[in-house]
């Protein structure tokens, strides 16, 4: 990828399976097995086998190794395996390393898989409990000493900015809390199913670092998520109507920390979505105006405004307005915050039913779908598209 030119990777690849587990607080099976039941859904969607697939594509966080789910799937030989650093950063990474294996005849069918027990298991949102030498453990040298130990309080750094810059209040975070809410309590998959709340709701939740509200940060979840990427052609005759990947990109911005980038020239914005957003725009030829659905990363509602504005779809500090209007269909799955916390490959997945006309809170006519990956880290972000 270019940071100023079109890139070349839009229209030869698709997503032509996706599979997950169901969605849990705890899961009582190994991550391993997990992963492994998502990969064989995801492939049992497409039509296809394991024998079929040559290639796997996971995240640096992921326990389950390449090789070790290939022999638990009845893969056979694999001529292309990778992983994406920097946590939720590297959902939509996941899918631009299988294109990039895909356009250049490195592999022909690529898995990309995410599975962990999340809420059970390791959590999270517990914060930094040990940490061995690094270069990044030294960066988080600089906050945890004040308190700052865990992503929430993080993130509130920036969301008190925010808030700040443009004059608002918390209720500007609700909007996208209840948006969430409201399509996850529609759809059968989601954690918070049947349970939509208001910005009363919200604005009564507790504290978790001022200004985040519990409303305002997203789940801990047990489970697993797996998309299949192939050539545009082989996923023609696959079962599923294909989601073209019109672009796919990967974003770092000056400064970039992993979610402690308090450095940076203002902390009202996400330069590394900033990145994305515009080789994104590139290389479609697309513009905000053009999207018809909105799968964007919300692990902390904040995060979720200043996408927005980083994409263009508002001026700065305009997103809660932007979103409490209903401008722009958005997390119609329900999100993290609603579904399930899958470090956003289940936010993929409802970008490829929107595009196939198969999604639980279907948006008529849906043809474009703009996808992000985790904020305040190394992100990526991707552009799917119906066939034709």
Same mark, same amino acid.
């Given at each position: 990828? +270019?940071? =100023?030119?079109r890139d070349t990777l839009g229209g030869r690849a698709a997503i032509g399976g996706i599979g997950a587990t169901e969605f849990s607080k705890d899961s009582g099976r190994s991550e391993l097995r997990l992963a492994v039941e998502a990969v064989r859904s995801a492939l049992d969607d497409a039509g296809l086998a394991p024998a079929d697939v040559d290639g796997l594509v996971t995240f640096t966080m992921d326990t389950s190794p390449e090789i070790t789910v290939a022999q638990a799937c009845g893969m056979g030989e694999l001529s292309f395996f990778s992983r994406v650093h920097y946590g939720g950063g590297a959902a939509c990474g996941t899918v631009q390393q299988a294109a990039l294996a895909v356009a250049t005849g490195v592999a022909e069918v690529v898995v990309c898989y995410r599975a962990f027990n999340? =809420? +059970?298991? =390791?959590?999270? !949102?517990?914060? %930094?409990q040990h940490r061995e030498p690094s270069a990044e453990g030294a960066a988080l040298g600089w906050v945890l000493p004040f308190g700052l130990l865990t992503p929430a309080s993080w993130v509130a750094m920036a969301a008190q900015r925010y808030l700040h810059t443009y004059g608002l209040t918390p209720e500007a975070f609700g909007h996208v809390a209840v948006v969430d809410r409201e399509y996850a309590a529609t759809n059968p998959a989601a954690w918070f199913h049947g349970r939509p709340i208001t910005l009363a709701d919200h604005a009564a939740s507790r504290w978790?670092?001022?200004p985040l509200r519990l409303?305002?940060?997203?789940?801990?979840?047990?489970? !697993?998520q797996a998309l299949v990427v192939t050539s545009v052609e082989r996923a023609r005759d696959l079962r599923h109507?294909? #989601? %073209? %990947? #019109? #672009? #796919?990109?990967? !974003?770092a911005g000056r400064a970039q920390e992993q979610m402690t980038g308090f450095y940076r020239h203002e902390l009202t914005g996400l330069p590394e979505m900033g990145v994305v957003a515009r080789q994104l725009w590139r290389t479609t030829g697309l513009g905000p105006a053009d999207i018809d659905v909105g799968i964007l990363y919300d692990h902390f509602t904040p995060f979720v405004l200043m996408q927005l504005e980083e994409f263009g779809f508002c001026g700065r500090g305009e997103a809660a307005e932007f979103v409490a209007g209903?401008? $722009?269909? $958005?997390n119609t799955h329900g999100g993290q915050l !609603?579904?399930?916390?899958?470090?956003?490959?289940?936010g993929i997945a409802e970008a490829v039913r929107q595009v196939r006309g198969t999604a639980v809170n279907q948006v008529p006519g849906a043809a474009?779908?703009?996808?992000t990956a985790g904020t305040g880290v190394p992100t990526s972000g991707l552009v799917l598209t119906a066939d034709g």
């Open positions: 990828m +270019s940071l =100023r030119t999340e =809420r +059970s298991g =390791r959590r999270f !949102g517990a914060g %930094v978790i670092a001022e409303l305002d940060c997203c789940q801990e979840t047990d489970g !697993g109507p294909p #989601a %073209v %990947v #019109a #672009a #796919a990109a990967q !974003g209903r401008r $722009l269909p $958005l !609603g579904e399930a916390y899958l470090h956003g490959m289940n474009r779908t703009l996808v």
